[in-house]
């Protein structure tokens, strides 16, 4: 359980840079924030860390937004909704970082930098010469000229010692002094870095919980010497685990197939399905159960279960997660979701709408994410649902293996196939109507048993391929029952004897 319990009112934040692209392993951080935050009734701020103007790309916070509020995850304060702690974004609270690297100056712990690049350089240079490490405290200067915010403001590090710390997630910490340097404060354009102004804006913000991601255990002894120097109790860090990529050997990245959030959704993946999975990479309640709705994962989720070593991202889980977060959802839903990626044209065909609910119940089982029924078209593998298909004399043949040592030739397959359709024209005729869960006149089992006899007589092989390439012109497709339940009774009659002349007349219909 959290310790931390009705303790002190939690504040968490997310503080992301505008960079044009939300990983997922900020997303994760931001998820993990918000569920602990929402479990323990607190507050949660977004806040945008837009100081580095050089590796800004317009329109990356209104981007940041989006993706966050698609995966589920709201706060309380934040640029787009404001709150008693704006502004959210950095470079509009300049005032603050100034005021207190005054406060820092006036203790004499804070100084300006009168060095240039190539004098920099030239320690550098000397130190490595020396086979020593370069630390600038060791080239502080004597007199440092007065702070105008012309030059680099430093924090003097006075007496650099081992730093010890406590992480809710990593347990009892350490780093030695030589992890200690005088470090940059505000650089020469006016501008805080990351570890000051972060600092600076936890404080304001009255943050008690910090969840971030692992490559920041270095830089904490720079943070406690800050947290030292102003005189503020530090906020609780919370470190994850790393989501290292598919082979488990490094930081999941581009190169490793690593997606922007959104990219998931233009994708056809659901919210909630990556929500779980990104929230079992690091952390797990326990038991055997993977699949957690949103409010699921808040009523379970408690630091002490991060784990603290890496897990790996893999897509193959990841497309069974969703997989079967898209099970869940009703017939209704299944169908909203999968119209939005179906091709456009097939919409206005006349038999669309007639077609798509039975064509969503054929799918159901076969989808990873609804993009797919797009890859399933480009494979020619949805449009004959829709249209008659176009015929191929070597695939509507059956392979020698399937005939099973029988003779069969074009006109002995077309007198197999004309009495197919003598049998399915007993049948009664269906109703057009699809029900869930109910019964139709025509269906599947209706259409098996009418023709399993001449199956039987003939060979499964010959008739069941003869009648599935009728239907669909593919060596691939649903059992040639389920076609013939989605394209109904008159279709089903008349592809057979679109198949049937074919056979006799030897030329592809149009």
Same mark, same amino acid.
């Given at each position: 359980?959290?310790?931390?319990?009705?303790?002190?009112?939690?504040?968490?934040?997310?503080?992301?840079?505008?960079?044009?692209?939300?990983?997922?392993?900020?997303?994760?951080?931001?998820?993990?924030?918000?569920?602990?935050?929402?479990?323990?009734?607190?507050?949660?701020?977004?806040?945008?860390?837009?100081?580095?103007?050089?590796?800004?790309?317009?329109?990356?916070? /209104? =981007? +940041?937004?989006? %993706?966050?509020?698609?995966?589920?995850?709201?706060?309380?304060?934040?640029?787009?909704?404001?709150?008693?702690?704006a502004p959210y974004l950095q470079s509009e609270r300049l005032d603050s970082y100034k005021k207190y690297a005054q406060v820092l100056v006036e203790k004499g712990l804070?100084?300006?930098?009168?060095?240039?690049e190539e004098e920099l350089e030239s320690f550098r240079k000397q130190a490595e010469d020396d086979k020593r490490p370069f630390l600038y405290r060791n080239h502080r200067p004597e007199n440092p000229p007065i702070w105008d915010g012309s030059?680099?403001?430093?924090?003097?590090?006075?007496?650099?010692?081992?730093s010890k710390w406590h992480d809710l997630a990593r347990g009892d910490l350490e780093a030695g002094p030589e992890a200690l340097d005088d470090f940059i404060l505000i650089k020469s354009d006016g501008y805080p870095t990351y570890n000051f102004a972060h600092i600076i804006d936890d404080l304001e913000m009255?943050? /008690? =919980? +910090?969840?971030? %991601?692992?490559e920041f255990i270095s830089s904490t002894p720079k943070f406690l010497a800050l947290y030292e120097a102003l005189e503020i109790q530090r906020p609780e860090f919370v470190t994850l685990p790393p989501i290292m990529g598919p082979d488990g050997k490094k930081k999941l990245g581009k190169r490793d197939g690593a997606k922007d959030l959104l990219d998931y959704r233009i994708e056809g993946y659901l919210p909630e399905a990556i929500v779980n999975f990104l929230a079992l990479i690091g952390w797990h309640p326990g038991g055997n159960d993977e699949i957690f709705s949103m409010q699921e994962l808040k009523d379970l989720f408690t630091i002490d279960k991060i784990h603290k070593s890496g897990g790996n991202f893999n897509?193959?889980?990841?497309?069974?997660?969703?997989?079967?977060?898209?099970?869940?959802?009703?017939?209704?839903?299944?169908?909203?979701?999968l119209e939005t990626f179906m091709p456009e044209h097939l919409s206005t065909l006349d038999t669309y709408a007639s077609r798509i609910d039975s064509v969503c119940a054929i799918v159901r089982d076969r989808l990873e994410y609804f993009k797919q029924?797009?890859?399933?078209?480009?494979?020619?593998?949805?449009?004959?649902?829709?249209?008659?298909?176009?015929?191929?004399?070597?695939?509507?043949?059956?392979?020698?293996?399937?005939?099973?040592?029988?003779?069969?030739?074009?006109?002995?397959?077309?007198k197999i196939l004309a009495t197919c359709k003598l049998e399915l024209e007993k049948l009664p005729k269906e109703t057009g109507e699809f029900i869930e869960g109910g019964e139709v006149k025509w269906n599947k089992e209706s259409v098996k048993n009418a023709l399993w006899p001449i199956a039987e007589l003939e060979g499964r092989g010959i008739v069941l391929w003869g009648i599935r390439v009728a239907l669909s012109g593919k060596?691939?497709?649903?059992?040639?029952?389920?076609?013939?339940?989605?394209?109904?009774?008159?279709?089903?009659?008349?592809?057979?004897?679109?198949?049937?002349?074919?056979?006799?007349?030897?030329?592809?219909l149009s």
């Open positions: 359980m959290d310790k931390t319990e009705n303790k002190v009112k939690i504040v968490t934040r997310f503080a992301p840079s505008p960079t044009g692209y939300m990983h997922v392993g900020g997303v994760r951080t931001a998820l993990y924030a918000w569920l602990f935050t929402r479990k323990h009734n607190g507050k949660m701020i977004l806040r945008i860390e837009d100081t580095d103007k050089e590796r800004e790309v317009p329109g990356s916070i /209104t =981007h +940041i937004i989006e %993706a966050l509020r698609w995966a589920g995850i709201d706060w309380d304060e934040g640029p787009d909704i404001g709150g008693p702690n804070a100084y300006a930098d009168p060095y240039s030059m680099p403001l430093r924090l003097k590090i006075v007496n650099p010692q081992k009255e943050v /008690t =919980h +910090i969840f971030r %991601a692992d897509d193959v889980k990841l497309n069974w997660m969703n997989r079967e977060h898209m099970l869940k959802l009703s017939h209704e839903e299944y169908k909203k979701n029924i797009q890859e399933m078209y480009d494979e020619g593998g949805l449009e004959y649902f829709f249209v008659a298909p176009l015929y191929d004399a070597d695939i509507l043949m059956c392979s020698e293996k399937m005939r099973k040592g029988k003779d069969l030739t074009r006109e002995s397959l077309a060596e691939k497709s649903p059992d040639p029952f389920i076609l013939a339940e989605t394209i109904g009774k008159d279709e089903t009659l008349a592809r057979i004897q679109r198949a049937e002349t074919f056979l006799k007349e030897k030329l592809v």
